[in-house]
């Protein structure tokens, strides 16, 4: 199984979602699984069958963030020493060429993407097209609009 990448940040809210899902969620289920079936008719009970699906959800994002979990390979930006280049956890100040507009972004992994945050996914293309370079180097990043070029500012790893 490959490894997925999750900031020090991004694995805290997947365990406390589990926590959550766990130790509440399962439970009120059960229960609201329960009165249903108080309810007698199982065949055209509306709640029995929208508690059955909420319970599927349940288990399945359970297992989902289990899974995520034990393949983590757990990254502190604070920790990183990459030389001044970016790398996952960095934090980046970019000044897009066209417009000399600023923005700030951190690559995180896919579950802690969050563009309002200023946080985005390892995946995405652009921070695909900043990995391993340094302040004062060029991102192109394929944009709907045509090519955006970004010149990496600062790279940060906090």
């Known amino acids: 199984m490959a490894t997925i990448p999750l900031t020090k940040r991004g694995a805290e809210k997947l365990k406390a979602e589990l926590l959550q899902l766990k130790s509440k969620e399962r439970h009120a289920v059960i229960q609201a699984i329960a009165e249903a079936r108080a309810q007698g008719d199982l065949s055209e009970n509306a709640e029995y069958e929208a508690a059955k699906d909420k319970q599927g959800f349940i ?56 563009l309002k945050k200023g946080l985005i996914s390892i995946s995405s293309p652009i921070a695909r097209s900043m990995i391993g370079k340094e302040a004062g180097d060029v991102a192109e990043v394929q944009a709907p609009g045509g ?5 990496i500012v600062e790279v940060r790893y906090v």
């Open 59 to 114: 288990e399945g994002r359970i297992l989902e963030i289990e899974s995520k979990l034990a393949a983590a390979q757990i990254i502190d930006p604070a920790t990183l020493d990459a030389g001044g280049r970016v790398v996952f956890g960095a934090t980046v100040d970019l000044e897009e060429e066209a417009s000399g507009q600023a923005v700030t972004y951190q690559i995180v992994g896919d579950d802690e993407a969050d």
């Open 147 to 151: 090519i955006k070029r970004y010149e």
